[in-house]
């Protein structure tokens, strides 16, 4: 009787605890699509494959791993978006998407603040600075922006909420309309929408760099391609 009663403790309190510290702390159970297509050792990881099948049966990723011979096939991956972005609603063609790096990286891995991330030059893995959307978003055609991001991670993400918030003051002062996608969706649902963008801006990372290629592909533009 008590190892029965002990079974169902766990089942109600210790596991959902278990599962939330990895969901928060570990990367076992993130989506990563940039590097399940760009990335040649976690593509060939076959624990990624048969989780990915599992966990994320209907993805991009699981999708791209059943067609796909090797990493980095683009031309696969370009056939999966044009089929799938058939339906999707896309921005407007004066619009210009940015796509942001947040959440995580934001307030768990930096320990810069928000005003220092955006003024000065920190050179920071992912997060850009003004002097990086000054220099990029100069086509007269662009009169409305759209940011989009997605957190990575549960919980409050004060600094991200931060720095949109500052970085679309710095947009609107400028004479745009800027409206936010953040944290709304899926990264496949936002990987769609933002590969289907007439104007792009990317952010850093793989997930980025593999937009910026596919909105290339669509004959639109991309506004940095470094």
């Not at 990335?39 to 791993?65: L, M, V």
């Not at 995580?104 to 992912?126: E, F, G, Q, S």
């Not at 997605?150 to 003051?169: D, F, N, Q, R, T």
Request: aromatic residues 14%; hydrophobic residues 35%.
């Amino acid at each position: 009787m008590n190892y029965i009663l002990l079974l169902i403790v766990s089942i109600i309190f210790i596991i959902p605890i278990i599962y939330l510290y990895l969901l928060h702390y570990s990367d076992v159970f993130k989506y990563r699509l940039g590097d399940a297509i760009l990335y040649d050792k976690y593509y060939h990881n076959n624990i990624n494959k048969r989780w990915y099948s599992i966990w994320f049966r209907n993805s991009i990723a699981t999708e791209y791993w059943n067609k796909s011979k090797t990493h980095n096939d683009l031309e696969t991956l370009y056939d999966i978006i044009q089929k799938r972005s058939k339906n999707i609603t896309k921005a407007e063609e004066d619009t210009l998407i940015i796509h942001l790096r947040l959440g995580d990286v934001m307030d768990y891995l930096t320990k810069d603040n928000v005003d220092d991330l955006l003024n000065k030059d920190l050179n920071n893995r992912y997060i850009n600075n003004y002097k990086y959307f000054d220099k990029y978003i100069n086509n007269e055609n662009i009169k409305k922006i759209t940011l989009v991001s997605g957190y990575h991670a549960p919980g409050k993400m004060e600094k991200s909420e931060e720095y949109v918030k500052k970085l679309k003051i710095f947009l609107e002062n400028k004479g745009y309309q800027v409206n936010s996608r953040i944290n709304k969706y899926s990264a496949d649902e936002d990987f769609l929408y933002m590969c289907t963008s007439k104007y792009f801006l990317k952010s850093e990372g793989l997930y980025s760099q593999l937009i910026n290629e596919m909105v290339k592909r669509n004959g639109n533009q991309t506004l940095c391609n470094q």
